[in-house]
């Protein structure tokens, strides 16, 4: 099953293999001997930018090597440049007779930040400047050195905002990739937790880091990744959106196939089970691959409650997931196609209710439906405090002015508005959004075909989920192909106890996960006796 | 190995798609208990017909385990020569797409005939042949995922047509039991047996492209008994509800979750459920697209069936249209002497005969099979 | 390969979006007239079907959020049509009415009696063959009236008349058994099925006086009539032969296991003019018939279970030990003179509403055989033999009455 799985997906990849270049990295110029020369280049790469900090230094007692500091102001730990770079370079008690005796002698020993690394290039050591590290050169020697003193203003941890619990950890990712790999190592504290880290982005190098659990994510999965993030060859990575859309496997396809999340716990639960996390620098967003469709309406939380609430609040989430997708569709096809279906009291209410209204009842959902799309994102796009206010204010007297004006019935209102409720029920916002434009198809269907249209369409949808893969992972997972071993946690969720094996799909290279029979029992009579006596014994 | 299609499925999706196929053509249409004598054995009828077509399947598989490797059309060239093996493909071929014609027909004269009456049939054709052309065209595993999804939610709304009319049912209808004897019951049999044996013939397609071609026999006969005992089941309920006016029925199980009200608040819940049978009858149409599509390929010997799956949906649309009149046109076909000659022709003939030609050929040498 | 389909679906459905929207099925609901029941008369021109129906008025239902309808106006509209079939009655509406008429919803299913004595099987053939109609609507016979009158007749606390006619439907059923139940799916059942005949529900027309003294306002135009829905109208094949009144539809209900509660009043014992009303709870019936030297007899079992409702005078019967006991036999001979009366009708009008041919044939079906040609012979002459088993289980709250003092 896996290997036809791959087959199909490297056949579709393979003719990309070798177009993938590596990383377009900067011009491949040496370090000139001459300070000089260095310093010119350097000022030029940067067209005199006023936070580029360079300064010309005479090391050692004789002062007869120079030496050159570089750093970009707001970048760097000043304190940290002074005090472990500039202070240890001038220092006058340093006896150097050439500057390569100056430069090793720096590098191996005086420079006293924990992270020095050697460049060769020039472009390298720009590089290098512009990420925050503090370069050294010195006269005569064609490399250079890149102490890290990266520090710079960013946000402390916070509650996630997108993603909020009532159980749960309150952190969430921050901006910098440090402070998020941090967050990770301090949930898994374990060697086995690898991070590679590369460079996205000819001029905006970000940085992206691929992490994953060695030994319990899949090879193939990993090196796919890789691929995927070799083959990038673009200007700037802004944000994990940005990257995501390079490295999707469905483009086009309403439905994400990369999961993102701002919350530690869920992307260490994610690698636990086999999965690979993309860190990217810049964002709180964190990948993660191969996502199926059951991750996406699922929670944190649903693993933090107990094992029957989690399930019946996923339920509830599931059903509002179909609400979202379906209720506005149902509800044109019933009343204007199935009007049997509805007991009698209701339908004359609603007959009632669309006395005089101008509209086809399809017209009147698209019309409901964009009224109220426009107040979700306006309500997104003001200032936070201002935002609910319109939401609220906008939607009450918007739905309550238009049935007065009898462009809107009241039961359309409220079949917009509860629909508009569920799909904030939708954990994940990408999906949601997905399933707002798919909403829209569906009351056109309807509004044609009555339910055989929404048949229709929920069949194409269903057809189209099935073709989907994320990272060779089928979409539908657990549910089609039908994998009996995952449907403990797709739907419902079973008990900790229960939750033996990983996915199949991500983690069949150690599929256990905890020991079996961990079901908690009182303990049997026997062992009652048992601990009754050593309590005794204990006593005496 | 040929790559005309690269996927491979287990023997699961088998079941699901073979046990939808056989639901499809009973909930929509329930095809031998439309003017039945003695519509009260109608379920004897449907578990003997369902008990007859378990050795059918299983002479299928160990025709097709011969050549675990080979579809049916691939084989019968190699076992009857050039022209007749081609022959045989060819009958084979347009069998399946006339099945496929007929499910679709039925699905749009079930809308047209109670739901949408003034929507013209061919939209509904269209609509589901063109949905279950994409199916078909992304492959085998897809339909077989497909099915393995979608049989749950068609298990569910059988279910559903078992539970809630409760009230309605009584099952003192059913008896007297075989009242006039054993024969007002053979030709409904007959018919419930072609329609039962019908999809097996796909089994000769889909064989080797199963994990395990050695379980095919074990899980078509699941899929026998899973689909057979539901539809005699539901043939028991539409008995015990509708009592002696069942035989007039066009769609009895339509008829029946006419009756359904789910707690007061959904009252006529038929054009859900005909939903539930539009998606199994999809998941037929989808399997036999793909199967024929594979087929032409394999007869003309080109490398991607891909290209067959749209002009030979446009077939089954065509054909649904004119192989029927009208839906009493239907039914005239669905007597025994009619579908029963067709379909036990076709499908007992060419497997019979190429079993034959195989016993002749003798076991093939394992250089053979390669 | 996901692309393309993708595409190809977006591509569909803005086809189907653009092309299809506005045309075929497609019926607002506010451009139907909901049937909420139809009556079926013999037209005063020769050979036709009239066709009266009661289509309901949503705005004046008062659905809307500002409460649009007003309590003056009637709720629903009557208007009649002819054709020869049912179906072309149905189709003539349009030249009368602005809505087109909608059957999913129609409740009621009203014959006139000088029809229904004609055969009603080629006017229920369209409520079958359409997927409109409710294939549970009740069947129901006006008795001694048109079932154009019948429609004319109103109900109080309900604006709907046919949902009225519901609750009394249902509170009959349930508190009385004094209905024949028949939707149409039973009445078309026991029209093909051997051995048995079809029963309708009866309904009648009560004048009102048209002088009100009832306190409070009247705001509608002044009811006319008013309708009783009780007891059954007895069919054989399709054409109407008889009525079964209250206590023989109460006596059918009892065969056919269908008594759900009720009250049977009995003489009180020793003191003949006064009565005792007991409350029915639960009861079981059936029947078996068998055939013995070429005759069929059938044997009616009752058990059935009351509480004590009410007592006229003073009774005790802690102080009068027989009376409990005497009470219980008094009330097994009412139940046993229900199932008689409703047997001798049937028998008289040469109906099997109980099935009894039905049951036979179940049970024996060779014997069916023989005797199906002649059952309409021998269905009178049946002898029926009543088992009712009847037992008073609680007292209420009192054990005995209040007894005043002398």
Redesign the interface.
């Known amino acids: 099953m896996l290997e036809g799985l791959w087959q199909l997906l490297f056949r579709r990849r393979r003719h990309g293999q070798d177009s993938g270049k590596t990383q377009t990295g900067p011009a491949k110029e040496q370090i000139s001997s001459k300070l000089q020369v260095n310093y010119e280049r350097i000022k030029a790469a940067f067209g005199n930018s006023p936070d580029l900090v360079l300064r010309y230094l005479e090391a050692g007692d004789q002062g007869k090597i120079s030496a050159l500091v570089v750093h970009i102001d707001g970048l760097c730990d000043k304190r940290l440049v002074s005090e472990t770079v500039v202070e240890h370079i001038t220092d006058i008690n340093h006896k150097w007779d050439s500057p390569e005796q100056a430069y090793v002698d720096l590098r191996d020993r005086l420079l006293s930040v924990s992270g020095v690394s050697e460049v060769n290039s020039l472009g390298e050591f720009i590089t290098h400047v512009a990420s925050g590290d503090c370069g050294v050169l010195v006269d005569g020697i064609t490399r250079g050195l890149a102490c890290d003193t990266r520090a710079w203003e960013h946000r402390g941890v916070e509650e996630p905002t997108t993603e909020s619990t009532i159980r749960g950890t309150k952190e969430g990712f921050v901006e910098s990739l440090r402070t998020n790999t941090s967050l990770l190592r301090r949930r898994i504290r374990d060697p086995r937790l690898w991070i590679e880290e590369l460079k996205i982005g000819r001029i905006s190098k970000t940085s992206v880091a691929i992490v994953y659990i060695s030994g319990v994510a899949e090879d193939k999965i990993v090196q796919e990744v890789r691929n995927r993030l070799r083959k990038i060859d673009v200007d700037s990575i802004q944000e994990s959106g940005h990257l995501e859309e390079f490295i999707e496997d469905a483009p086009f396809s309403p439905f994400p196939t990369i999961l993102r999340t701002e919350r530690p716990d869920k992307v260490t639960g994610a690698l636990l089970e086999g999965r690979v996390a993309l860190l990217t620098d810049g964002t709180p967003f964190a990948l993660i691959v191969p996502a199926t469709f059951t991750m996406f309406i699922t929670t944190p939380e649903d693993y933090y409650e107990r094992y029957f609430i989690g399930s019946a609040i996923r339920l509830l989430r599931i059903a509002s997931f179909f609400i979202s997708l379906t209720l506005p569709s149902l509800y044109v096809a019933i009343t204007t196609f199935h009007q049997e279906m509805l007991p009698t009291p209701l339908i004359l209410s609603i007959a009632a209710q669309r006395e005089g209204i101008p509209f086809p009842a399809v017209v009147e959902a698209v019309i409901m439906e964009l009224i109220f799309e426009v107040l979700r994102e306006a309500g997104v796009r003001l200032p936070r405090l201002v935002g609910p206010a319109v939401s609220i204010i906008g939607g009450l007297v918007l739905g309550e002015a238009a049935m007065r004006a009898g462009l809107a019935s009241p039961a359309m209102v409220m079949v917009v508005a509860f629909t508009g409720i569920a799909s904030f029920a939708t954990p994940v916002f990408s999906l949601a959004i997905g399933v707002r434009l798919l909403r829209f198809l569906l009351i056109a269907l309807a509004g044609s075909l009555g339910l055989f249209g929404v048949v229709a369409g929920m069949f194409a949808l269903l057809i189209h989920q099935i073709t989907l893969r994320s990272f060779g992972v089928p979409y539908l997972e657990p549910l089609a192909p039908v994998v009996f071993s995952d449907l403990k946690d797709a739907l419902l969720r079973a008990p900790w106890w229960a939750l033996n094996t990983r996915p199949k799909f991500v983690g069949e290279k150690e599929p256990t996960r905890q020991a079996p029979g961990l079901r908690p029992k009182p303990p049997s009579r026997e062992e009652k006796e048992v601990h009754h006596l050593e309590g005794k014994e204990g006593g005496k | 190995m040929n790559k005309i299609e690269g996927g491979k499925i287990p023997a699961r999706q088998l079941t699901a798609m073979l046990a939808l196929s056989r639901i499809a053509p009973f909930t929509i249409l329930f095809p031998m208990i439309t003017g039945m004598e003695v519509p009260q054995d109608a379920w004897i009828a449907s578990l003997l017909g369902m008990l007859l077509s378990i050795p059918f399947a299983l002479f299928v598989a160990r025709l097709g385990l011969r050549f675990p490797d080979k579809t049916i059309i691939e084989y019968s060239e190699r076992l009857l020569g050039r022209y007749l093996g081609k022959l045989v493909g060819l009958v084979l071929i347009w069998y399946l797409i006339s099945v496929a014609a007929t499910t679709t027909r039925a699905v749009g004269d079930a809308y047209t005939i109670a739901i949408m009456p003034e929507t013209p049939i061919l939209v509904f054709m269209v609509v589901m042949v063109f949905l279950a052309a994409n199916a078909a065209r992304c492959g085998l595993e897809v339909v077989g995922r497909l099915g393995e999804h979608s049989i749950w939610i068609v298990l569910f709304f059988l279910i559903l047509m078992f539970i809630l009319p409760f009230d309605e049912m009584r099952f003192k209808n059913l008896a007297p039991v075989l009242a006039r004897g054993f024969r007002p019951v053979v030709e409904p049999m007959g018919t419930a047996f072609s329609f039962f044996s019908m999809h097996i013939i796909v089994l000769g397609m889909i064989l080797p492209y199963l994990n395990k071609p050695k379980d095919a026999a074990r899980y078509s006969v699941y899929a026998i008994l899973i689909s057979g005992l539901l539809m005699t089941w539901l043939a028991a309920v539409l008995v015990a509800v509708f009592g002696p006016t069942v035989s007039g029925l066009v769609m009895p199980a339509f008829s029946l979750s006419r009756l359904i009200s789910i707690a007061n608040f959904l009252e006529r819940i038929e054009a859900i459920t005909m939903g539930a049978w539009t998606l199994s009858a999809g998941i037929n149409l989808a399997l036999f697209l793909w199967a024929s599509a594979v087929g032409l390929a394999q007869l003309f010997g080109v490398s991607r069936y891909q290209p067959f799956v749209y002009p030979l949906g446009a077939l089954v649309v065509a054909f649904g249209i004119l192989f029927y009149e009208s839906n009493v046109d239907m039914q005239i076909f669905f007597e025994f002497r009619n579908i029963g000659v067709f379909s036990m022709a076709v499908t007992l003939g060419t497997t019979a005969v190429l079993y034959l030609a195989a016993l002749m050929r003798g076991k093939p040498s394992p250089r053979m099979r390669r | ?3 393309k ?6 591509v ?3 086809l ?2 653009i ?4 045309c ?7 451009t ?1 007239g ?1 049937v ?1 029941a139809v009556g079926i008369d013999q037209a005063r021109e020769g050979g036709k079907i009239q066709l009266t129906v009661h289509v ?1 008025k ?2 004046a ?5 500002d409460g ?2 007003t309590m003056e106006e009637k709720p629903f509209w009557v208007v009649s049509s002819t054709g020869y079939t049912v179906f072309e009655a149905v189709r003539n509406f349009l030249s009368q009415s602005p809505r087109r008429l ?1 059957w ?2 129609n ?1 009621f299913i009203l014959i006139g009696e000088e029809f229904a004595r004609k055969g009603v099987q080629d006017v229920l053939d369209t409520f079958v063959r359409d ?2 109609p ?3 609507a009740w069947v129901v016979v006006a008795k001694g009236a048109r079932a154009s009158d019948l429609l004319q007749a109103e109900f109080e606390l309900e604006r709907m008349p ?2 009225a006619a519901m609750g009394i439907i249902q509170g009959s059923r349930t508190g009385l058994s004094t209905i024949g139940k028949s939707m149409l ?1 039973d009445f ?2 026991k029209l ?3 051995g048995i005949d079809p029963i309708a529900t009866r309904a009648e027309i009560v004048p009102r006086p048209q002088k009100f003294d009832i306190r409070g306002e009247l705001k509608r135009e002044k009811i006319g009539a008013s309708a009783r829905i009780t007891g059954a109208a007895v069919f054989k094949d399709d054409k109407l032969v008889g009525w079964l009144n209250k206590p023989e539809t109460r006596g059918f209900n009892w065969v056919m296991g269908k008594v759900r509660s009720g009250i049977i009043v009995i003489k009180k014992p020793g003191e003949e003019d006064r009565f005792i009303g007991l409350e029915i709870l639960r009861a079981k019936g059936g029947f078996k018939p068998e055939i013995k030297d070429g005759r069929v007899s059938v044997t009616v079992r009752v058990e059935a279970e009351a509480n004590v409702g009410d007592i006229q005078g003073f009774l005790d019967p802690l102080k009068s030990p027989g009376v409990w006991a005497s009470m219980e036999r008094r009330m097994a001979t009412v139940i046993r003179n229900e199932v008689m009366a409703a047997v001798a009708k049937a028998q008289e009008l040469d109906s099997d509403i109980f099935g009894f041919g039905a049951e036979l ?5 060779k014997k069916w ?1 023989e005797l199906k040609d002649r059952w309409d012979e021998e269905f009178p002459h049946v002898d029926v033999q009543v088992e009712v088993k009847a037992k008073l289980r609680r007292s209420g709250l009192v054990i005995r009455s209040t007894r005043i003092k002398r």
């Open positions: 390969m996901p692309v389909s993708m595409l190809k679906i977006v569909l459905v803005l189907i979006g092309t299809m929207t506005g075929w099925n497609r019926r607002e609901i506010e139907l909901f909420m309901a949503p705005f239902v008062g659905g809307g959020a649009k309808g909608f999913g919803h409740r997927g409109e409710r294939q549970r046919s949902q799916i078309i059942q093909e099925g051997e044939n179940r049970r024996n079906p055989a």
